[in-house]
């Protein structure tokens, strides 16, 4: 199966939702509105996974950020002008799709461009049980959070979530 990684486009938010809405619980909704103003804020760090057709395979929202900030859950992204890392705030892969690898390529093309713009950590929220999967591609939970951490984690509520870092190298060997 040929499967096309890029950049999310505003056309592509509708998708994008009905993606979300098959793969997270009512609790973690977040509206087309608010995709459309994160997509304006963050385009260059925001790709799909397509097939030949067309259709969504798997997305992955992220941003630059600062070192233990997190996006209360439905909330509009902010960037600082001296980012630390990039931020996964969300990413989804369409059951049907599950076991080709999109996760792991999505995940990869994030890494790279968080290499680029010379970030050298990424972190997420994670939620729906998904730590494991998470541990397993590098990630840590971070326990010592500031209290507005601590607070925006809470937005997640019933959730299990948790804050995660993971060290980024950049191959410098010539």
């Not at 859950?73 to 989804?92: G, I, K, Q």
């Amino acid at each position: 199966m040929t499967i096309t990684v890029r950049l999310i486009k505003p056309a592509d938010i509708m998708a994008v939702v009905a993606l979300q809405d098959s793969c997270y619980s009512d609790a973690l909704y977040e509206s087309p509105a608010l995709l459309q103003q994160r997509l304006s804020v963050a385009a260059d760090s925001c790709w799909l996974a397509e097939n030949v057709n067309g259709q969504l395979l798997a997305y992955l929202f992220s941003y630059p950020s600062i070192n233990g900030q997190i996006t209360p859950l439905a909330s509009a992204f902010t960037l600082n002008a001296m980012p630390e890392l990039l931020y996964l705030h969300d990413m989804a892969v369409n059951p049907a799709a599950r076991g080709l690898g999109l996760a792991s390529r999505l995940l990869a093309t994030a890494q790279q461009h968080a290499l680029s713009q010379g970030l050298m950590k990424l972190a997420l929220v994670a939620v729906q049980g998904s730590v494991p999967y998470w541990q397993r591609q590098g990630f840590r939970v971070v326990t010592k959070l500031t209290g507005s951490a601590e607070h925006a984690l809470s937005s997640y509520q019933g959730e299990h979530a948790r804050y995660m870092q993971a060290a980024l190298f950049s191959d410098t060997k010539g």
